[in-house]
């Protein structure tokens, strides 16, 4: 089941996938959370497939290789989730990469309002 945390940053950038056969497949990171990311690729990757991504980042160096399985597969590409949520690449892409390209804005919350007065209080005009 697919589980989104957060908001989404929109990114342009290269990745490699590789599965368990050993196949590597290029594809464009497209988006990601700190839950998961979708990859745009021609390449066909089933769902509950297990991979592994590594992309190039923004400032030119290479990720670590990231753990991830399939989601969801659809004719642009396919929607993987973190086997780790969060993992360390993916927070310092989030904090680093250009404000403009961040897909949306952050929640805010309405301010909390003041609770109801009991008793004497509530009888005053």
Aim: aromatic residues 4%.
């Amino acid at each position: 089941m697919e589980h989104r945390w957060g908001w989404r940053l929109r990114v342009d950038l290269t990745a490699r996938v590789g599965d368990a056969t050993g196949m590597t497949k290029i594809a464009r990171l497209r988006d990601v959370s700190v839950s998961g990311a979708f990859l745009e690729t021609a390449a066909t990757i089933r769902a509950h497939t297990c991979v592994d991504v590594q992309f190039r980042t923004h400032l030119g160096t290479h990720s670590r290789s990231l753990s991830a399985h399939v989601v969801r597969s659809t004719p642009e590409g396919v929607a993987v989730e973190w086997v780790e949520f969060a993992p360390q690449e993916i927070a310092r892409l989030m904090e680093t990469h250009p404000l403009q390209a961040r897909s949306e804005t952050p929640l805010e919350l309405p301010a909390p309002r003041e609770p109801a007065l009991h008793g004497a209080a509530e009888n005053r005009v």
